[in-house]
């Protein structure tokens, strides 16, 4: 198995401008997870489906930040528009059904935001 | 508010020795408590998990203890070895439904040859 799927792997942009950051899980896997990390507040839950269906996005920071999973093998999380306080390494992370599993995790996007 | 502490400072040790990194929790109560590696410009990588019903959990050269009472978990390296150099998180799951972890910010670990 590939792994999980991060794509592009780095970003550089200009602040205001839209920025999307995509995930393939593992196959099989029915969770997924959208982490920010930064030095000084470390690893956040953005988000996590489970099914396709997002059941806790109390951790993404504004309106500014959406995610979708259009289906079981893609999802995408999108900066719009997008700051230079959203600089960070963005996490995409999947894991089985199984209440004790843990996560696997992507390469991580590291995003720049001039 | 719920709040985890790892070893703020990186942590350096001789090769051939034993490397302890501590993680602390408040406000919380844990089913379960993992811990992973991260190596620079990677994402976590599982080592191990534990239950709040257990002290103690091997694999191979790692150990984990689990004190709820302290609150506090200790990951064990022995026989430490240069390759053994990361970053370690420790991360709550409270179990049941809600599969949010809560991570910690890391301990950064060098084994010097």
């Known amino acids: 198995d590939a792994g999980v799927i991060q794509s592009p792997r780095h970003e550089v942009t200009e602040m ?22 930064t030095m000084m507040r470390g690893l ?3 988000i996590y489906f489970n099914n396709n269906v997002p059941i806790d996005d109390s951790g993404m ?12 093998s893609f999802s995408t999380l999108k900066i719009q528009p997008s700051e ?3 600089s960070a390494v963005y ?3 999947s894991s089985f059904p199984d209440s004790q599993e843990t996560q696997y995790f992507g390469p991580g996007t590291r995003l720049l935001v001039l | ?3 985890i502490e790892q070893n703020s400072e ?3 040790i001789q090769e051939g020795k034993t490397a302890t990194l501590t993680c602390n929790y408040t406000n919380y109560s844990p089913a379960y408590l993992q811990w992973y590696r991260q190596d620079p410009g990677r994402g976590p990588v599982f080592l191990l998990l534990i239950r709040e019903n257990e002290k103690e959990k091997r694999k191979e050269r790692l150990k984990v203890t689990f004190d709820t009472t302290l609150k506090q978990s200790l990951f064990h390296i022995t026989a430490s070895q240069p390759a ?14 809600n599969r949010k972890l809560i991570w910690g910010l890391g301990t950064s670990l060098a084994v010097n040859p």
Not at chain 1, 61 to 72: G, I, L, Q, V, Y
Not at chain 2, 84 to 97: I, K, Q
């Open chain 2, 10 to 12: 990186a942590l350096n």
């Open chain 1, 16 to 37: 205001g401008q839209e920025v999307t950051l995509r995930c393939k899980p593992i196959s099989g896997h029915d969770y997924l997870f959208w982490y920010r990390q």
């Open chain 1, 44 to 46: 956040e839950l953005l």
């Open chain 1, 61 to 72: 920071p504004e309106d500014r930040f959406s995610a979708k999973m259009p289906n079981a």
């Open chain 1, 84 to 86: 230079p306080r959203d």
């Open chain 1, 91 to 93: 996490f995409c992370a």
């Open chain 2, 1 to 3: 508010s719920q709040k």
């Open chain 2, 84 to 97: 053994d150099s990361a970053t370690y998180l420790c991360a709550l799951d409270r179990g049941g439904n």
